[in-house]
């Protein structure tokens, strides 16, 4: 499995990914993250397909994660976990000393990859998940 720094011809890719998730945007906004350099956008292929993606937004010394998915057939086998591990390396690098996101409070296989990785639970957004699901906000020191 390789990582690397997606490509704006990685976009449909990006995005059939995306739509199978319940956090679905349009195209166009995935081209404008890859493009954009406050944006870390991986992705991670097999065999030359890609089977997940990380968009990260970097601002001065602290990271949002605004997405990571990996596509349905290649879920539990450490494709996301990779990604993080990777740009967490990266932004380290680049001088990013926190690396914050949110996660649906039901999410359990993402919350516990997240506790193994080091992220913290700091605060929680009541019904920010469309009006129903609380946000449990984590983050972990670079």
């Known amino acids: 499995m390789e990582i690397r720094v997606a490509k704006e011809e990685d976009f449909k890719s ?16 995935i081209k404008s993250e ?14 030359g397909t890609i089977v997940g993606f990380l968009s990260i937004i970097k601002n001065y010394d602290c990271a949002d994660v605004m997405m990571i998915a990996t596509d349905i057939n290649f879920r539990r086998r450490g494709v996301a976990e ?5 740009a967490m390396e990266v932004l380290k690098k680049q ?17 516990t990859l997240y506790k193994k990785l080091g992220f913290l639970q700091i605060s929680i957004r009541k019904k920010y998940y469309m009006g129903q699901y609380d946000a449990i906000i984590m983050e972990r020191a670079l």
């Open 34 to 47: 890859i493009i954009n350099p406050n944006y870390l956008v991986l992705v991670s292929a097999n065999e």
């Open 82 to 86: 990779r990604l993080l591990i990777d």
């Open 14 to 29: 990006i995005f059939d990914i995306r739509m199978q998730t319940d956090d679905i945007l349009e195209k166009e906004l």
């Open 95 to 111: 001088g990013v000393k926190k690396l914050m996101l949110e996660v649906k409070e039901g999410n359990i296989s993402a919350i």
